[in-house]
């Protein structure tokens, strides 16, 4: 898979991954594992990246003595959620086209 389609696959699954509820780093790999591979070395990167763009807020909260940091999904997250959403249907009807199964 190209570099910058998986980025931005690996993007939009975090965060569809709290888009229904906030959550942590452990917490975000477990959910999206069974559809992707992800390690905390290529998380952590994207939810800061996430964060200075703006789809995302932080906050912190004391777990069992040491602060977990939570992220929250913004407007601007969901919205990146609904452009992948319109583009994957463009490259949808690419990918049919490669296949050989255009539909009209």
């Not at 477990?30 to 992707?36: E, G, M, V």
């Not at 994207?46 to 807020?57: A, P, Y």
């Not at 977990?68 to 919205?79: E, F, N, P, S, V």
């Amino acid at each position: 898979m190209q570099t910058q389609l998986k980025r931005g696959l690996i993007e939009v699954c975090v965060l569809a991954a709290i888009r229904k509820q906030d959550s942590y780093g452990y917490q975000i790999i477990k959910d999206i594992t069974p559809y992707l591979s992800i390690s905390e070395s290529t998380l952590y990167p994207i939810l800061k990246r996430l964060e200075s763009n703006g789809s995302l807020t932080v906050y912190s909260i004391e777990h069992n003595g040491r602060l977990r940091k939570y992220y929250q999904i913004t407007q601007a997250g969901l919205g990146k959620i609904e452009d992948f959403k319109e583009e994957w249907n463009k490259l949808q009807r690419a990918y049919n086209f490669i296949a050989g199964e255009e539909i009209a």
